[in-house]
């Protein structure tokens, strides 16, 4: 599948895949901005084109774990209509390990999604875990 991607950014870097497999392409940082105490903002210099039917789900790379930094709404949702530059937001508790222009922060997935239409009964059909909630399948 091609996507159209417009660079933004003089430091921009087309996302890609570090290795055969991936499911998620690197984003590279071009800018950062501090936001409200805590909170730093990623640019990472690109806008894409997603087709319709399809969403960018930007998630932090496994990487994050060597910093203080949360993805502030877990998972950024980058819907088919977006033409603007795709970012994320992280709580930033300790600034010093936040990430350096230049360096990969997060990964974009882009998969298909249903169009899903409701309809309202009176009644769920019943199932094996029926309303079991939290830890309801044990330790």
């Known amino acids: 599948m091609k996507i159209k991607i417009k660079k933004?950014?003089?430091?921009?870097?087309?996302?890609?895949?570090?290795?055969?497999?991936?499911?998620?392409?690197?984003?590279?940082?071009?800018?950062?901005?501090?936001?409200?105490?805590?909170?730093?903002?990623?640019?990472?210099?690109?806008?894409?084109?997603?087709?319709?039917?399809y969403v960018g789900l930007v998630f932090p790379r496994s990487s994050i774990y060597k910093t203080d930094l949360i993805l502030s709404n877990s998972v950024g949702v980058i819907d088919s209509g977006y033409?603007?530059?795709?970012?994320?937001?992280?709580?930033?508790?300790?600034?010093?390990?936040?990430?350096?222009?230049?360096?990969?922060?997060?990964?974009?997935?882009?998969?298909?999604y249903p169009k899903i239409e409701f309809e309202q009964v009176k009644e769920l059909d019943s199932s094996e875990r029926g309303s079991s909630g939290y830890g309801s399948s044990g330790k």
């Open 8 to 53: 933004l950014s003089e430091l921009a870097k087309i996302p890609k895949y570090a290795k055969q497999g991936d499911a998620g392409m690197d984003l590279t940082v071009t800018s950062i901005t501090k936001l409200k105490a805590g909170y730093v903002k990623y640019g990472f210099g690109v806008a894409l084109e997603i087709p319709q039917g």
């Open 83 to 112: 033409r603007g530059e795709i970012s994320a937001v992280m709580t930033a508790s300790n600034f010093q390990q936040a990430y350096k222009i230049g360096e990969r922060a997060c990964q974009i997935v882009i998969m298909p």
